[in-house]
């Protein structure tokens, strides 16, 4: 997997990708550049052997300050329709490559995570956050609907029709604290702990079945528009499959000689 990315940071090592927003004395703010290298880069992450996780980390004391003023909001005031269309498509996008990558991406959030921001955070499979972190989907504050990204969808499953409406209408900002008990947030962390704290996590989460845990990520995804009955049949599939990879045979001969199964992705 590539790591040689423009305009964001990456590294990857261990099996572990670390990616975070550029431009810490602006808050790390996404701009059009951003958005479609992100989209790619976890676009191909689907096809990538060498990376089992990904941190999204913060960059500064901060996660995200959302969309640029200068470099995104400004410009679309001066676009038509279908210039709009094509960049609200492309942000899109970048969700559905995020729930598509095949890998489990944890975001470390600190501070700011507004916006855009706010919708990786609320993409990524799981979140840990600091004291600090202040979230906010703010789009009514900008003169737009809450209906962003997905976040009529994705946000009251993690923390409930009412929390969301509140947070999508008001546009206000949802304390960690808050965050923590509603469920936004796995965990919080003191601030110089968190990027190590998701870091163990992900490889945790690496040194699993990777296989399966694309699998189960796959299913968390597309389970959503499944009813029960669908749901529990493509799980019967899905766990049909996981019992065919060597990875299953291994956990197997680890239990019978009371061995700690390591395994190996296949």
């Known amino acids: 997997m590539r790591s040689d990315v423009t305009h964001f940071e990456c590294e990857i090592s261990d099996g572990?990708?670390?990616?975070?927003?550029?431009?810490?004395?602006?808050?790390?703010p996404l701009t059009f550049d951003s958005y479609a290298e992100l989209r790619d880069w976890f676009r191909?992450?689907?096809?990538?052997?060498?990376?089992h996780a990904v941190v999204f980390a913060s960059n500064g004391g901060n996660f995200s300050s959302g969309g640029d003023v200068h470099d995104i909001i400004g410009p679309l005031t001066d676009m038509n329709m279908k210039e709009l269309l094509r960049f609200t498509r492309m942000t899109g996008d970048l969700v559905?490559?995020?729930l598509g990558c095949g890998k489990p991406v944890i975001a470390a959030i600190d501070g700011i995570c507004v916006g855009a921001g706010a919708?990786?955070?609320?993409?990524?499979?799981?979140?840990?956050?600091?004291?600090?972190?202040?979230?906010a989907f703010?789009?009514?504050?900008?003169?737009?609907?809450?209906c962003d990204m997905g976040a009529c969808a994705m946000l009251p499953r993690i923390i409930g029709q009412g929390r969301a409406a509140e947070l999508l209408y008001t546009g206000r900002s949802m304390s960690a604290d808050e965050g923590e008990r509603w469920g936004?947030?796995?965990?919080?962390?003191?601030?110089?702990?968190?990027?190590?704290?998701?870091?163990?996590?992900?490889?945790?989460?690496?040194a699993g079945p990777n296989f399966a845990h694309m699998m189960t990520k796959t299913m968390l995804a597309q389970e959503w528009s499944m009813s029960l009955d669908q749901?529990?049949?493509?799980?019967?599939?899905?766990?049909?499959?996981?019992?065919?990879?060597?990875?299953?045979?291994?956990?197997?001969?680890?239990?019978?000689?009371?061995?700690?199964?390591?395994f190996e992705g296949d």
């Open 96 to 98: 559905k490559a995020i």
């Open 138 to 146: 703010l789009f009514t504050r900008v003169g737009l609907a809450g």
């Open 184 to 206: 936004f947030f796995n965990r919080l962390v003191d601030a110089d702990a968190l990027e190590g704290a998701a870091r163990d996590l992900a490889t945790q989460i690496a």
């Open 44 to 51: 191909d992450l689907h096809y990538a052997d060498d990376v």
């Open 16 to 28: 572990i990708a670390t990616v975070r927003l550029s431009r810490p004395d602006r808050k790390n």
């Open 231 to 262: 749901a529990i049949e493509a799980e019967a599939q899905a766990q049909a499959i996981c019992m065919q990879t060597a990875d299953f045979e291994r956990a197997y001969r680890a239990f019978v000689g009371k061995e700690r199964p390591v």
């Open 119 to 135: 919708i990786i955070a609320m993409a990524s499979d799981l979140r840990i956050g600091t004291p600090e972190a202040k979230t």
